[in-house]
């Protein structure tokens, strides 16, 4: 009788879990992590935590909820790349080119961008909370609803970039290039 009765949990709970949203191929998983190339590959949820990715070339690719937490993509191409609700705190991302990438409700809280390159990136509903943006192109990106909560944007330039919404408390702001081509100093002192 209870072999009968954890049968019927088993079954209940496996028709009434969600499963997972996202699976990457394994196949260019394998491609990827041989050769650190793979344009238009599918990583979507992949585990890439705390991996050496220096300058992987990922074009387009959709990393789409993947976990890339304090990973090293310096230099990194990820240009037109999705990721999308991606984990990506503490990551370092120095002069890596993000230009017209979907990042939007990723977590890149602690995050290292120093001189990246996010120039029509999609970073709507992004956690940016205390990254480096130092340098960083963010021209043309989409920021609406943003947390930039003390992120760091001394010589980052964001014209014409969308702030609607945008959480900028306490972000440092020195020669910083504005939406509107306006140049802040506000956080100078503060260096």
Not at 67 to 76: K, T
Not at 97 to 111: C, E, H, Q, T, W
Not at 114 to 121: F, I, K, Q, T
Not at 131 to 136: N, P, R, S
Request: aromatic residues 6%; proline residues 2%.
């Amino acid at each position: 009788m209870m072999d009968a009765l954890k049968k019927v949990i088993v079954a209940a709970f496996v028709a009434f879990v969600p499963a997972p949203s996202v699976a990457w191929d394994a196949g260019h998983l394998d491609r990827f992590l041989g050769s650190m190339s793979c344009g238009l590959c599918d990583l979507a949820g992949a585990n890439l935590v705390k991996m050496d990715l220096r300058a992987a070339k990922l074009n387009g690719a959709d990393l789409s909820e993947a976990r890339l937490l304090y990973s090293s993509l310096i230099g990194a191409t990820l240009s037109g790349a999705n990721l999308g609700k991606a984990d990506l705190r503490g990551a370092s991302l120095f002069y890596a080119d993000l230009a017209g990438a979907n990042l939007g409700g990723a977590d890149l809280s602690g995050a290292n961008l120093v001189g990246a390159n996010l120039s029509g990136a999609n970073l709507a509903d992004a956690d940016l909370g205390g990254a480096d943006l130092y340098g960083a192109n963010l021209s043309g990106a989409d920021l609406k609803a943003a947390n930039l909560a003390s992120a760091y944007l001394y010589d980052a330039t964001l014209l014409g970039a969308m702030t609607a919404g945008a959480n900028l408390d306490a972000a440092t702001q020195c020669n910083t290039i504005l939406p509107d081509g306006e140049v802040s100093d506000s956080g100078c002192g503060d260096n």
